[in-house]
């Protein structure tokens, strides 16, 4: 080989080298990017999930509720929590079974109940009914009627995946039982409760209610809440 | 000499990285249903990372929401090949950590969805937990990302694109 030939394959490697070079570094620099990227589109994620929060405007709990837990009936000795969905089957079949042992156990005394009416099920309606049915539920609770209202939403529970009752048959049902078509109305319409409802909602998550329904009963989830079983924990505690 | 182009044609390195844009389009697809099924439910998504109970529930509420959008851009980065082995990395990462998520959940006793495709962690009464399928599956993703954490160059993707731009 001469020293001509040397030389110049000597600056085609050299040339390889500094192509690689590049790749490596624009590779590297491109994978930075990506990363800034990706952390910037979890930044936006909280963002928006924040803004969401805000934008529902302020937390007032309705009467008988406080700002993280629902509605209490009665007065008894023994706390039992229910976390309900209105749109869940399964807490409109737990409402058919056992509803009417916790009715007794109020009017027995023995209980106070508090209907953690939660909306876990928002994405189970095209309109988030769990939320609206729950902030509706509230608006009830303001004049006295939680408890009937509670049962007319479980009677005529519309299934899941549809877009759910719509808030003039919210306060349609409202209406029927002798609540004031213009402030009941109005309690629907502007959506008063919905951060109540998202509160209790997040307070039931935070306290590991992974599912609906759920009864607890003095502090002991019920894992299979028949009316024999609810009774009997009642008594036990 | 016909039959040189044809063996060619069909060997590995000739083949590999048009497998590779379809193990790419795979995981992006993914990545996008899983951030698309779970944009829409933020709150939701919190309390699916809150039932695992591995962590204060502030912190899950923030992961939670972060989540569906990191998958998210994680599909599009792989949709269009950019940063692929990047994004490989991330995924590997994220799936090992969803598996881990899962196990212990499976090891403590835990009853719930995994709420990788949406539903909040929520599992219906009378629903039993699914962990083995779900882990199964979650694997088959891991080999998915594996395969473009060691292969990255694919055909038809940005970064082969940059590569010829030099």
């Known amino acids: 080989m001469s020293k001509r030939q040397q030389g110049k394959s000597a600056a085609k490697v050299v040339r390889k080298q500094l192509a690689a070079e590049r790749r490596r570094k624009r590779t590297m620099w491109v994978s930075i990017a990506a990363v800034a990227v990706l952390v910037i589109a979890g930044l936006i994620g909280w963002g928006v999930y924040q803004s969401q929060r805000s934008d529902a405007g302020p937390l007032v709990a309705p009467a008988s509720a406080t700002t993280t837990t629902g509605e209490t009936l009665g007065t008894g000795p023994v706390q039992v929590q229910l976390y309900e969905d209105f749109i869940c089957p399964h807490c409109k079949d737990f409402e058919a079974t056992s509803g009417s042992a916790i009715n007794d156990l109020v009017n027995d005394g023995k ?8 909306a876990y099920l928002d994405p189970a309606s095209t309109t988030e009914y769990s939320t ?10 303001d004049g006295g009627k939680f408890k009937e209202y509670h049962d007319a939403l479980y009677a005529q529970q519309p299934a899941e995946g549809s877009a759910g009752l719509s808030n003039s048959q919210l306060i349609a049902i409202g209406t029927g039982m002798g609540l004031d ?11 008063r409760y919905k951060p109540w409802v998202a509160s209790v909602t997040d307070a039931a998550a935070k306290a590991g209610v992974t599912g609906t329904p759920t009864v607890v009963v003095n502090g002991q989830v019920i894992p299979n809440p028949t009316p024999d079983a609810i009774v009997a924990a009642v008594n036990a505690a | 000499m016909s039959v040189t182009t044809l063996t060619r044609d069909v060997t ?37 990372v809150n039932a695992y109970q591995v962590m204060p529930f502030e912190v899950a509420k923030v992961i939670g929401a972060a989540l569906p959008f990191v998958e998210i851009t994680l599909g599009v980065l792989l949709v269009v090949g950019l940063a692929t082995r990047a994004a490989a990395a991330i995924s590997s990462a994220l799936l090992l950590v969803f598996i881990a998520g899962i196990s212990s959940a499976w090891a ?8 990788c495709f949406g539903s909040g962690g929520q599992l219906a009464a009378g629903q039993s937990p699914s962990y083995a399928p779900e882990i199964a599956r979650d694997l088959g993703f891991l080999v998915l990302a594996a395969f473009l954490l060691v292969w990255p160059r694919t055909r038809l993707s940005i970064d082969r694109w940059l590569e010829g731009t030099t």
């Open chain 1, 132 to 141: 609206r049915s729950a902030a509706a539920a509230a608006c009830a609770a």
């Open chain 2, 12 to 48: 590995w390195p000739g083949l590999r990285p048009w497998l590779g844009t379809l193990v790419r389009l795979g995981l992006a697809a993914v990545w996008l249903f899983a951030g698309a099924a779970k944009v829409g439910d933020l709150a939701g998504s919190g309390r699916a």
């Open chain 2, 108 to 115: 403590r006793g835990l009853s719930i969805d995994c709420g």
């Open chain 1, 181 to 191: 078509q213009g402030s009941f109305g109005q309690c629907i319409d502007s959506g």
């Open chain 1, 111 to 118: 209980i106070k109940v508090t209907y953690n009416t939660v």
